[in-house]
């Protein structure tokens, strides 16, 4: 189906912001702490496991990890990447370290032991395994299913197709989420010449097809050059595959070796293009400069359409 630009939506042009000033006041926030930070740092040190909230510095980490309803992003299959993303800020190897086969235990074992309303399962991009780690990442979620069987369950999954995507979905994750990240034009000057728009459209499809029921997400990242009618585009193509969720964020330049920030995207911006895609029909729109891919209050919308779909399956 066609979906057409509401007409009520023009572009906003705020005044752009000089990149050289210093990063703008809604940028910033408070350094984490408290006991539930500390309790799930602690945690995670001791399972050995990677989180994203940590690998790539999530200015939420505070916000997430604090009170009785924590949610966390773990990264599996290693923190060794075989892609090199502009973007990026996890380490990039030809060949990667094997996969550590105790992983999916202590997977369940964390999830199960933080009483996590809500996990997000991702991991690097690893083209040195057969099968993309796909088996391994599967694992993952059927130990979470056994000792944690109430908890809300997100893969943010590489761009699998085929056998690979079918090996994630038989596992059945509640939400299926995988990123485009950038408008099509600055596919090949940000992400990795292997990925595409198009490629990760499929993903989303595809996993659709093998599982009508799941939910399916995906993040855009502004401030890199892109205009409002390719990001008009990009959220239209994406309602197309069917996605249900969409989160759109302000990027952040991990170090200098990274693509360069263009603009400071306003906040007031961000809420014209939340009004914008709930209008495109996507079933929750986080849009906001601190939104990342894993976020709490998105987080807790999808869980809450998860658990009203599990008590009418059971009633």
């Not at 572009?11 to 990063?23: C, D, G, Q, T, Y």
């Not at 060949?95 to 999830?111: F, L, R, S, Y």
């Not at 000057?189 to 490629?199: A, G, N, V, W």
């Not at 193509?237 to 990027?251: H, I, N, S």
Request: aromatic share 6%.
């Amino acid at each position: 189906m066609s979906e057409q630009h509401p007409e009520s939506s023009g572009p906003v042009k705020p005044e752009p912001i000089p990149l050289k000033s210093k990063k703008p006041s809604w940028l910033k926030v408070p350094l984490p702490g408290g006991e539930g930070y500390t309790r799930l740092k602690s945690l995670t040190q001791e399972l050995k496991l990677h989180t994203v909230c940590q690998e790539a510095r999530c200015p939420n980490i505070g916000e997430c990890w604090k009170g009785e309803h924590a949610t966390m992003t773990l990264m599996v299959l290693g923190d060794e990447c075989t892609r090199r993303c502009r973007f990026c800020a996890v380490k990039t190897v030809l060949k990667a370290a094997p996969p550590d086969p105790d992983e999916p235990a202590h997977v369940g074992q964390a999830v199960a032991a933080m009483k996590l309303g809500y996990v997000v399962i991702t991991s690097v991009d690893r083209d040195d395994l057969p099968d993309g780690g796909s088996g391994h990442y599967a694992q993952c979620i059927r130990e979470i299913r056994t000792r944690a069987s109430d908890t809300v369950i997100e893969t943010l999954i590489p761009d699998y197709q085929g056998e690979q995507l079918a090996t994630l979905m038989a596992a059945a994750p509640d939400v299926l989420g995988h990123n485009v990240e950038v408008v099509s034009r600055l596919q090949r000057k940000i992400r990795d010449p292997r990925c595409s728009f198009e490629r990760s459209l499929e993903t989303l499809r595809g996993a659709k097809r093998l599982q009508p029921d799941v939910f399916t997400k995906s993040s855009i990242m502004l401030g890199l050059g892109e205009t409002h009618d390719e990001l008009v585009e990009s959220m239209e193509l994406l309602r197309g595959a069917g996605v249900d969720f969409l989160t759109l964020g302000q990027y952040l330049r991990p170090t200098a070796q990274h693509a360069p920030v263009r603009e400071w995207v306003n906040p007031e911006r961000f809420f014209d293009l939340q009004l914008l895609g709930e209008k495109l029909g996507f079933k929750y729109v986080a849009s906001g400069p601190l939104v990342r891919s894993s976020y709490k209050a998105g987080e807790f919308f999808a869980a809450r359409l998860v658990r009203e779909r599990r008590a009418q399956q059971l009633g």
